[in-house]
């Protein structure tokens, strides 16, 4: 018998701190905030408190997906979490998640893909549920604590990456949920956007950070400007060739969400209106890999969700360049339709 993968539910969870531009102005000691809302969209961010880890954020998401499928953290069979902002380089945060929800007979592992790590993490649980006939439920959920590797002298970093966490619950169906993937890269830009002090390519020594500072998010050399628009088509029409499906046959796009100019050109590029897509980054800033999961979750909150029968297309990229396509239907298994 073949077996579906679905989408059975959708949890996300921000900090409660909200930073705005002014506080993040006076912070940086510079004025970016009318340029910020013009040119990216972001008015506001949310940032963990000290206390709170990557994992925290992580484990608030899934217990809300967990909740809303039906399931406890005891029937979940794998957990997978992508993530570039870990609560350690060693061991995984993954298995920080299955500890502090109690998943205690669930296989663990952390995806680093950069911000396309969500959207590869979910391939990867679709296929470990299309070929383990024993296997119900994975959790796929990412983290972003970035704000613990701002540079606040950096005016090109410091104003755009906030804190968050996304999850979903996959489970299987008798209805197909899963449709298609593509992943490419541009390992040419490996150097270009990163966080590059504490692995083995610049240690975290005393020498280093002498000369380096401690860990920071830093753009070193700058992306194509048309990167986006050379790429993200072809990312997407990679994934939607797979199951002869077209731009017309999807009803929701959610995107990256670092620059809502960059979703409005890409909607018009491919000949969609905007109101097929959603976006968050306005109100909690750059969320990393967990932010189009996020962004689904809160159109669902806001009853912008997508219905039984609808297809919805998820299209992530990140430093790297990494980049992650998927493809999914809405069963009636589903809540996003809630």
């Not at 410091?158 to 299987?172: E, M, S």
Request: aromatic residues 8%; charged residues 20%.
């Amino acid at each position: 018998m073949t077996r579906h993968p679905q989408i059975l539910a959708t949890g996300s969870y921000v900090p409660e701190r909200i930073v705005t531009n002014a506080e993040v102005d006076a912070l940086m000691g510079a004025s970016t905030s009318e340029w910020l809302l013009a040119n990216v969209g972001i008015r506001e961010r949310r940032w963990m408190s000290p206390e709170q880890v990557t994992s925290d954020l992580i484990v608030e998401a899934s217990q809300k997906a967990l909740a809303r499928a039906g399931i406890s953290a005891a029937d979940l069979d794998l957990v997978i979490v992508s993530t570039d902002t870990p609560d350690y380089l060693s061991p995984s945060t993954s298995v920080v998640v299955q500890h502090k929800l109690g998943a205690e007979k669930a296989g663990c592992y952390d995806v680093n893909s950069a911000c396309a790590g969500w959207v590869t993490a979910l391939d990867q649980g679709a296929r470990y549920l299309l070929t383990e006939p024993a296997m119900k439920y994975v959790l796929v959920a990412g983290g972003y604590g970035m704000s613990r590797y701002i540079d606040l002298t950096d005016k090109k970093t410091a104003n755009l990456f906030a804190d968050g966490a996304g999850a979903v619950i996959l489970g299987v169906g008798a209805q197909p949920g899963f449709l298609a993937s593509n992943l490419l890269a541009v390992g040419s830009f490996h150097d270009a956007l990163g966080i590059y002090t504490g692995g083995t390519a610049r240690p975290a020594s005393v020498e280093n950070v002498a000369a380096f500072g401690a860990p920071k998010v830093e753009f070193v050399k700058k992306f194509p400007k048309t990167f986006n628009t050379e790429y993200w088509p072809r990312l997407m029409q990679g994934a939607l060739d797979k199951v002869g499906l077209t731009f017309d046959d999807i009803h929701h796009f959610y995107f990256t969400q670092l620059n809502l100019r960059t979703i409005e050109s890409m909607m018009e590029l491919i000949g969609q209106p905007l109101s097929k897509t959603h976006w968050v980054m306005d109100k909690w800033g750059y969320t990393g890999s967990p932010c189009v999961v996020m962004a689904l979750d809160d159109a669902i909150a806001q009853g912008k969700g997508p219905k039984p029968g609808e297809n919805i297309l998820f299209c992530a990229s990140g430093g790297g360049i990494t980049m992650a396509a998927s493809v999914w239907t809405v069963t009636a298994d589903s809540d996003s339709g809630q």
